[in-house]
């Protein structure tokens, strides 16, 4: 249809129409005068302008809202009708958002990914077993909280600098172990740790300030075990070593070993060998004690009962009665048969026995024949155990026990303390003989540190010498002595005599 040019009052009323709509090419462009409509390749338009097909426009303009498919574009928001936006870009060219873009409670700008809600968590969820790669370094300016476990491949740091501290709340369930032996060091001179509990500790090296241990052994056969004041070797007669370098020596106490030679280390001080003592507190019975009436006869130091009378006796009994001898008592025997402890010849009628009971012992193991030498008679000594109790510390400890000289001592109320010294002696083993100090009468030493009992050979006498108490004389007694000289004189005389 051809269209001529039409104006004035006659456009008007043809484009009025009168309420007919207006077609052309039938539906390529239709007006639409009742609902006041444009159609273009659709004689149906539903909107003002409706297009069926491709429309192209340098720049469209949509005032108030525009729909595009299932979008939907009003003001700056834009919404689908479908449950799913897809932005795809052409291959894999990245989708790019110039300016800030929230997504629920998330906010995305530039590189920062926050939430817009107050305190809001941010979550990255795979779906099923799927993992959360992060596959370039990550940096965590805050706290970081695992509820599961953690894996690290790689080199780990734990802090980048000494103010940065490490607090460990659960137990280490693996081996620590460094990455080169004998390089790193655990604790310094300055930060220390303070106690250790291990249960097995090896060490090339041991450098302690303190060291306090209840027990410690070392490996080895045999090996040595150090607990409480003891040093034992858990050998069958093994020796103990202390070992130093060149002229170095081992100190205990004021004697210094060194070589074949003991030396004390304190001027003018006393070198003193001394047999064993004792220590404990005790109380010998008041008297009071019922006496056993027995008859007896002494001869020598055999005591004999002549009838049952004397089966009731035990050691450690004191002797009275009669015409025995005071301070007599029992030593040992059974029956009718015993032993006393001085030879006499005398008659017996009373038994008693001595008790004394300790209360706590110091050091040291009560046994028979030990004497008590402080607190008690002269020479009074141990002569039996007598009950079981003495025996509670592994034998000669707290209990009662006999003793040989009747008195009266101390009270259970004010225990006496006393040393009980056994039978030990100081002997010097070898056969070659022992060197004694050697010096003239000028070298005998001073006033101040003479002892009875002192004994030197003097050079200017030729003769083994020693010290009373008040002068120093020959060990032949309160005689001179014999010197070489004079004991070749003699041979001299003996020879012109006999011819």
Do not use: C
Not at 209 to 232: D, M, Q, R, Y
Not at 335 to 343: A, C, E, F, M
């Amino acid at each position: 249809m051809a269209v001529g040019r039409i104006s004035g009052p006659l456009l008007k009323d043809n484009l009025l129409r009168n309420g007919v709509n207006l077609a052309f090419e039938t539906s390529l462009l239709y007006l639409d005068v009742v609902d006041s409509r444009v159609g273009i390749n659709t004689a149906l338009p539903a909107y003002d302008l409706d297009v069926n097909g491709t429309t192209r426009s340098t720049n469209l303009y949509a005032t108030t809202q525009a729909q595009l498919g299932t979008f939907t574009i009003n003001g700056n928001t834009i919404s689908s009708s479908n449950s799913t936006i897809n932005l795809t870009p052409n291959g894999s060219n990245a989708t790019v958002l110039s300016a800030l873009v929230n997504v629920g409670n998330l906010s995305l700008t530039g590189n920062i990914l926050s939430s817009t809600n107050t305190n809001g968590n941010i979550t990255l969820q795979a779906n099923g077993t799927g993992a959360i790669n992060l596959n370039s370094n990550v940096l965590i300016t805050g706290n970081l909280h695992a509820t599961g476990t953690i894996t690290a491949d790689g080199n780990i740091q734990l802090g980048a600098a000494t103010s940065d501290t490490i607090t460990f709340t659960g137990e280490v369930n693996s081996n620590i172990l460094p990455s080169v032996t004998n390089t790193y060091n655990l604790g310094s001179s300055s930060l220390q740790w303070n106690n250790i509990w291990v249960q097995t500790a090896n060490a090339t090296n041991f450098n302690v300030t303190n060291f306090t241990t209840p027990s410690l052994s070392t490996t080895g056969s045999p090996n040595l075990t150090i607990s409480g004041n003891t040093i034992a070797s858990s050998g069958t007669n093994a020796d103990i070593n202390f070992t130093t370098t060149g002229t170095g020596g081992v100190v205990f106490g004021n004697f210094r070993f060194y070589n074949n030679a003991i030396t004390n280390t304190v001027a003018n001080s006393i070198t003193q060998f001394t047999e064993p003592t004792y220590s404990f507190s005790a109380y010998i019975a008041p008297a009071g004690i019922p006496a056993t009436l027995v008859t007896g006869v002494i001869s020598g130091t055999t005591l004999t009962f002549a009838s049952s009378s004397g089966a009731t006796v035990a050691a450690g009994m004191l002797l009275s009665g009669g015409t025995v001898a005071a301070g007599t008592y029992i030593v040992s025997g059974s029956g009718l048969s015993w032993t006393v402890n001085q030879s006499q010849t005398a008659t017996v009628t009373t038994a008693t026995s001595i008790i004394m009971t300790v209360t706590s012992v110091v050091s040291g193991t009560l046994t028979k024949g030990v004497y008590i030498t402080s607190g008690t008679t002269t020479n009074t000594v141990i002569t039996a155990a007598l009950d079981t109790n003495s025996a509670l510390t592994g034998g000669g400890g707290i209990g009662t026990y006999l003793v040989s000289i009747s008195q009266t001592v101390g009270s259970s109320g004010s225990p006496v303390a006393m040393t009980g010294v056994g039978a030990g002696y100081v002997k010097i083993a070898g056969t070659y003989g022992l060197v004694i100090p050697v010096g003239n009468t000028a070298a005998r030493p001073a006033i101040a540190y003479e002892e009875a009992g002192m004994i030197r050979f003097n050079t200017d006498l030729g003769l083994v010498e020693v010290y009373n108490g008040t002068t120093w004389t020959s060990v032949a007694g309160t005689s001179v002595g014999v010197t070489s000289a004079t004991a070749q004189d003699i041979g001299v005389e003996t020879a012109l005599a006999l011819g």
